[in-house]
């Protein structure tokens, strides 16, 4: 009987000495996400800015409120008013309107009847 005790010495000594391998893993701790810049874009047209979307965007071949708001850095909704103003004075032409994006482009017989008086 007595070696049955040593085996258990033995198994108590193993049991003593801290596990180096498969440790308790570390918690993930999660990352707040990617912080996009503050757009400072423009609430009302300034006399540049106005004078810049009358004289470039008439240009441009694909015209949306989003194009115009991130070239000119204006608001959304100062672009859609502006794109509605070149509209009714025959400067762009609408291509496809749907209730959240309406798209225009250039109108050719404006654009060459402009060029031609400058």
């Known amino acids: 009987m007595p070696p049955k005790q040593q ?16 440790g308790k893993a570390k918690k993930k701790k999660w990352s707040k996400g990617k912080v996009r810049d503050k757009l400072n874009n423009l609430v009302l047209f300034d006399k540049a800015t106005y004078d810049k979307m009358m004289k470039e965007v008439p240009s441009y071949k694909l015209i949306t409120p989003s194009v115009v708001s991130e070239r000119l850095k204006v608001r959304g909704s100062l672009a859609r008013a502006a794109l509605k103003e070149l509209l009714k004075k025959g400067l762009i032409k609408e291509v496809v309107k749907h ?15 402009r060029k031609s008086v400058v």
């Open 7 to 22: 085996q258990k010495q033995q198994q108590s000594k193993k049991s003593d000495k801290p596990k180096s391998q498969g």
């Open 99 to 113: 209730h959240s994006q309406v798209i225009y482009t250039r109108n050719p017989v404006k654009e060459a009847d």
